[in-house]
């Protein structure tokens, strides 16, 4: 496979600010390699991420049942190929807003002791470095969200994880997906890649969590300071306090 390169979808502005809630582990785990994670999408809890729409899905049945018995394609029928789609796109996902949100706070800072990087699609772009990486794509999209008997044809099979359901709208999602499928598939792929970064052009501030004790504060601020990422540490806005 060869490197890719970031392909960013049109509709998204250079200065989108976008938002990543997550716990202190991560953030450490981030600052101290300097990479974005992206996740396998089966290891996600939602397990009808990347799933066919309802008719793409009944096309792609109906070609595999028109394939000679004897075809040498390790990919056997529409359910294999999604499950080998699933162990060869790996995402990392945040939130599209101008202002940080405290329905995010509750559901993806787990607890108290979680922060909130904001960053742009400007400074996701400049700031990633994908030359070690190979695969079929690596996107950085909009979610949108549809029912999958909503949706007709055919599509990119990348573009079926930027589907979701509609409850889970409120989200505001935007991913950064790698898809590593090949015309020689295997399902032996790792749990996740590390996205190199620049990690001070990436983050252009980091909150903590607003309902946090003050020693977190103080925690987030000497990590800063070890790893010399050189931006403004504040406390949200948006806590239930």
Avoid at 67 to 91: C, G, T, W
Avoid at 109 to 123: E, F, M, P, Y
Avoid at 154 to 159: A, G, K, N
Avoid at 174 to 182: C, E, G, H, K, P
Wanted: proline share 4%; net charge negative; with cysteine.
């Amino acid at each position: 496979m060869l490197p890719v390169n970031l392909d960013v979808d049109k509709s998204l502005d250079d200065d989108q600010k976008l938002w990543r809630y997550m716990a202190l582990s991560k953030f450490i785990f981030m600052a101290e390699k300097n990479v974005l994670w992206l996740a396998r999408a089966d290891t996600f809890k939602d397990k009808h991420e990347g799933r066919f729409p309802d008719e793409m899905k009944k096309i792609i049945e109906q070609a595999y049942k028109e394939f000679d018995d004897n075809d040498e394609s390790p990919v056997k029928n529409a359910d294999d190929f999604q499950d080998y789609l699933l162990k060869n796109s790996f995402i990392s996902c945040w939130h599209k807003n101008f202002d940080e949100n405290m329905v995010m706070w509750e559901i993806y800072g787990r607890d108290n002791n979680a922060i909130a990087i904001q960053t742009t699609v400007k400074n996701i772009k400049e700031s990633i470095d994908s030359s070690c990486l190979t695969g079929h794509s690596l996107k950085l999209k909009s979610v949108i969200y549809e029912q999958a008997n909503e949706i007709r044809g055919i599509l990119p099979y990348e573009d079926c994880f930027f589907i979701k359901r509609p409850h889970f709208s409120f989200e505001k999602e935007v991913r950064i997906s790698l898809d590593t499928y090949s015309r020689d598939p295997s399902k032996k792929t790792p749990y996740g890649y590390e996205l190199s970064v620049d990690i001070n052009r990436l983050i252009e501030k980091i909150l903590i969590h607003p309902d946090s004790p003050d020693w977190f504060m103080d925690v987030i601020s000497s990590i800063v300071k070890k790893y010399e990422i050189k931006v403004p540490v504040l406390r949200g806005l948006y806590g239930t306090k």
